[in-house]
Nanobody
Framework: QVQLVESGGGLVQPGGSLRLSCAAS??????????WCWYRQAPGKQRELVAT???????NYADSVLGRFTISRDNAVNTMYLQMNNLKLEDTAVYYC???????????????WGQGTLVTVSS
């Protein structure tokens, strides 16, 4: 099974920065053909999409993080990143990475999820 492992979460003060990483292993897809997403889920709230980067390199961000977060990837090491700057209290959440790709042998889209990493923004 494809495995995604997030890292980089922790406790940070408002205005601080963190960089989250999502490393893929046991991959069954072509790394260049995968679309990546970061989701987050705050206590008592629904999971929300934070940022995406497509296989073509196009990025998209939630309005709440636009201008503060940057999504990127390094296909050479099968890793995707989320650089988070000027963190706010409302950014506190468990952050999950997600990969989507099309399986040619199975003729359908597949996805994988990481286990999540906790980001706590507190003064």
């Amino acid at each position: 099974q494809v495995q995604l492992v997030e890292s980089g979460g922790g406790l940070v003060q408002p205005g601080g920065s963190l960089r989250l990483s999502c490393a893929a292993s046991r991959i069954t897809f072509t790394i260049n053909d995968v679309d990546w997403c970061w989701y987050r889920q705050a206590p008592g709230k629904q999971r929300e999409l934070v940022a995406t980067i497509t296989r073509g390199g196009l990025t998209n961000y939630a309005d709440s993080v636009l201008g503060r977060f940057t999504i990127s990837r390094d296909n050479a090491v099968n890793t995707m990143y989320l650089q988070m700057n000027n963190l706010k209290l409302e950014d506190t959440a468990v952050y999950y990475c997600n990969a989507n790709w099309y399986s040619t042998p199975l003729h359908r889209s597949l996805e994988a999820w990481g286990q999540g990493t906790l980001v706590t923004v507190s003064s």
